[in-house]
Each structure stands twice: as structure tokens, then as C-alpha cells.
């Protein structure tokens, strides 16, 4: 079973900047695609952005310009900036590879003044 673990959220003034990281228990490079998805109370799960293992590169539209997705050999980012009370939520990783999927536990960003 593989294990997701993200970090890097916790408390920031509205037009703050966070960036997220998302470990694998395996290589990232073992997976298809990795994506970051946000759920606000309330709302269903969105997905944010992906990374797929070619290193190509999608961001949800109404988030181009302020969040990016990256990675380095060991983890994937999500750089977030010009933060809004609205992107409040608990942000997950997910892995994606042929019959498997996994998500991690959630890293908690609240947006707040």
C-alpha cells in the first residue's frame, strides 16, 4: 500500500503564498500522473492541478496564474499565491497508475485575515 503524506499548510493572510508538498512511499516517478484536489466545507472535492510522468503539466482554469504544480525527485509541490478566503480547504494528494490509486490524508490551508 502506498502512503501519501502532504504538508506544508497551515494559516496565511489573504494575498499570502503556501507551497504544498506531497511524499510518496514509492518513487513518484512510479505513477502516471499526480494531482493535487481541494475540498472546501461544503463543497465536493475539486481537482487543483496535475503532473503526469512525462512532467506535463494542467492547472484547474480558474487558478492559472496563481497556483503551479511541480516536482523535484522526491516530492510534488503545489505553489500557491495570491491566496484567496475562497481557496480555503483541506488540500490531497493523489497518485495515479494502472489499477491503483491513492490519495493522502489532506494538509488543512485556511485563508484568513
Known amino acids: 500500500q502506498v502512503q501519501l503524506v502532504e504538508s506544508g499548510g497551515g494559516l496565511v493572510q489573504p494575498g499570502g503564498s503556501l507551497r504544498l508538498s506531497c511524499e510518496a512511499s514509492?518513487?513518484?516517478?512510479?505513477?502516471?500522473?499526480m494531482s493535487w484536489y481541494r475540498q472546501a466545507p461544503g463543497k465536493e472535492r475539486e481537482m487543483v492541478a496535475g503532473?503526469?510522468?512525462?512532467?506535463n503539466t494542467d492547472i484547474t482554469d480558474s487558478l492559472k496564474g496563481r497556483f503551479t504544480i511541480s516536482r523535484d525527485n522526491d516530492k510534488v509541490y503545489l505553489q500557491m499565491s495570491s491566496l484567496k478566503p475562497e481557496d480555503t480547504a483541506v488540500y490531497y494528494c493523489?497518485?495515479?497508475?494502472?489499477?491503483?490509486?491513492?490519495w493522502g490524508k489532506g494538509t488543512l490551508v485556511t485563508v484568513s485575515s
Open positions: 503532473i503526469d510522468s512525462a512532467g
Open positions: 493523489r497518485a495515479f497508475a494502472y489499477r491503483e490509486n491513492y
Open positions: 514509492r518513487s513518484i516517478f512510479s505513477f502516471n500522473r
